[in-house]
């Protein structure tokens, strides 16, 4: 997982099997092929529907969802429904790829042992052996979409190349440089330090300027290194930026009037702004193009399989 945040992976998918319905008779609000929806199972879906969204939202969007998300969440639960039928029918054996997971959720929120990932979950309510089995069914789930759809999906070089014209911005790396300086502050009353600017400027010549720097600037550190630092365009002061992108590698300017004091800025490297080229990011407009066709063939897939099944509605859920 690219974020910390495996605690709330809440798989909406493991929430019929985790909240089974117990003995007591209550209401039925559906029926999936002979399996009744009670409305028990439906407030356990929502809670942890809810606790997801809670781990990627907050306030306002998060409200929003959380509504949005109630509206349509007898249907996205019987969807659960339909996959998870199609899922036990494959009988994946995924326990390989669940340890996998396990590893690299340890090793990305630096737990050293199964306990220190037990006692995280512990603190959230969760079971370690019920967290684990929703990792378990999460997997199978992939497989099983992988199989009936991703595996019918081609990716062809004209759409590679079609989407890599239309979003030239995506692929641009902007304009890059890397400043040397000598600083000097202001003085009384933003009064300029003239006299050591006219020093500085006096010793100055081509091939000098580390040696004049580090006697002269007032950045701190700078005995030891001069470097101003490494921006990309829009991350430096207007001015600074303005008087960098006229200079030539190892090229100084005059000095520089700033809020705070006095630059004398040398470019030291410069790398113009650039588009990446199509082979260097190739894997990653046919990963956004997968993707984006997966999520409708998803969905299709799962109309198809509610015409295979029957389906009745007996109550809406609020």
């Not at 003085?187 to 300027?209: H, R, T």
């Not at 066709?293 to 509605?313: A, H, R």
Request: with cysteine; glycine share 4%.
């Amino acid at each position: 997982m690219k974020q910390k945040v495996f605690l709330a992976v809440i798989l909406f998918l493991a929430a019929s099997f985790l909240f089974p319905a117990g003995d007591v008779v209550e209401e039925i609000y559906a029926v999936v092929n002979d399996e009744a929806i009670t409305g028990s199972e439906l407030k356990k879906f929502e809670m942890e529907m809810v606790r997801s969204l809670q781990t990627e939202l907050e306030g306002e969007k998060l409200e929003k969802a959380v509504a949005d998300m109630k509206k349509d969440l007898l249907n996205r639960f019987i969807e659960q429904k339909l996959l998870l039928s199609k899922v036990k029918e494959k009988n994946y054996d995924v326990d390989a790829d669940v340890e996998a997971i396990i590893q690299e959720i340890k090793k990305q929120n630096n737990m050293s042992s199964d306990e220190d990932l037990k006692t995280a979950l512990a603190r959230e309510g969760i079971e370690f052996a019920d967290w684990k089995e929703m990792w378990r069914e999460r997997r199978r789930q992939e497989r099983l979409i992988g199989e009936e759809v991703g595996s019918k999906i081609k990716i062809d070089n004209p759409q590679i190349m079609e989407y890599y014209r239309k979003n030239a911005a995506q692929f641009t790396v902007p304009a890059e440089f890397t400043l040397n300086c000598v600083y000097l502050k202001k003085g009384e009353g933003d009064a300029a330090p003239q006299a050591k600017m006219d020093l500085v400027s006096a010793e100055l010549k081509p091939g000098n300027f580390a040696e004049v720097a580090k006697k002269y600037s007032e950045l701190s550190g700078a005995e030891e290194s001069i470097a101003l630092g490494k921006f990309k365009s829009g991350e430096l002061d207007k001015v600074l930026e303005e008087a960098a992108l006229k200079l030539k590698k190892d090229e100084y300017s005059g000095w520089i009037e700033t809020g705070s004091g006095w630059y004398l800025i040398q470019l030291a490297e410069f790398s113009p702004e650039h588009v990446r080229e199509v082979k260097d990011v190739r894997e990653e407009i046919i990963m956004t193009l997968r993707e984006a066709e997966q999520q409708v063939k998803v969905k299709d897939y799962i109309e198809q399989l509610k015409k295979e099944s029957y389906i009745k509605i007996v109550k809406e859920y609020q």
